[in-house]
């Protein structure tokens, strides 16, 4: 029914309401944090026949650690249990966190990082929006509908002005500073990035670890986290 909350997720947050209450911060008031992932579609799919199969698992495997990663950082951030995810799937997290005084600066911190990174990366293909509103108590038991659709709102808002902090600090170029590659890349066709060339085949460096990801996938049993880059 249109308006009411699932008893999953009534209790989800209920759990994540006393992993806050029991912090040193005391803080009543609640933060509900948002992050969208912006341009899955196109990064999953706008990919070259060759090799196809390959990259579509290995990109959504990304993403789905890319989500994971997020959500880690600003748990870490928080001080917060991972009871307090409230949900991570197809691009999008909900956190519920206490409201410490400085939740603007540590959130925009995570931001500006993680966007300044994917835009270097991926030139620009993914980006992640954040939201965030103050709740009360009784606003998350009577008007969490309503705040998830606010908080949709103004992600939404946030994607149409992709990369602004990073505009406004003159961290983007909008010149390019060498010529396109003649031989671009035939899996995801970029030709602003090094291109390499392995038995006649030219991929840049991002498709080429990922198909080799691909490849490893179906055989993999376990993933563990590691500090340290552990490619040679």
């Known amino acids: 029914e249109s308006g009411k909350v699932s008893v999953y997720d009534a209790y989800k947050v209920k759990s994540a309401k006393a992993v806050i209450q029991s912090g040193t911060d005391g803080q ?8 969208d992932l912006s341009g899955i579609q196109k990064f999953i799919y706008n990919i070259s026949s ?7 698992r290995s990109r959504s495997f990304f993403i789905e650690l890319l989500g994971n990663h997020i959500a880690r950082k600003v748990l870490k951030a928080f001080d917060l249990h991972n009871v307090n995810l409230l949900m991570s799937g197809g691009g999008t997290i909900h956190i519920l966190s206490g409201c410490p005084a400085d939740y603007k600066e540590r959130l925009s911190s995570i931001r500006y990082n993680l966007n300044k990174w994917l835009y270097q990366e991926f030139n620009g293909r993914l980006y992640a929006a954040f939201s965030y509103v103050k709740c009360s108590d009784i606003c998350l038991e009577k008007e969490l509908s309503g705040k998830l659709e606010e908080l949709s709102v103004m992600s939404f ?12 600090k003159g961290e983007i170029s909008f010149l390019e ?24 085949r030219y991929t840049c460096h ?3 670890r990922l198909i080799e990801l691909g490849s490893h996938i179906p055989k993999t049993r376990f993933i563990y986290e590691c500090d340290q880059n552990t490619r040679e």
Do not use: M, V, W
């Open 28 to 35: 009543e008031e609640k933060l509900f944090i948002n992050i």
């Open 50 to 56: 060759t090799g196809a199969l390959k990259s579509l």
């Open 157 to 168: 808002a946030d994607k149409q002005q992709k990369f602004k902090a990073l505009i406004d």
């Open 177 to 200: 500073d060498r010529d396109p590659k003649y031989q671009g890349c035939e899996t995801c066709f970029r030709d602003d990035t090094q291109i390499l060339e392995d038995k006649g």
């Open 206 to 208: 991002h498709c080429k």
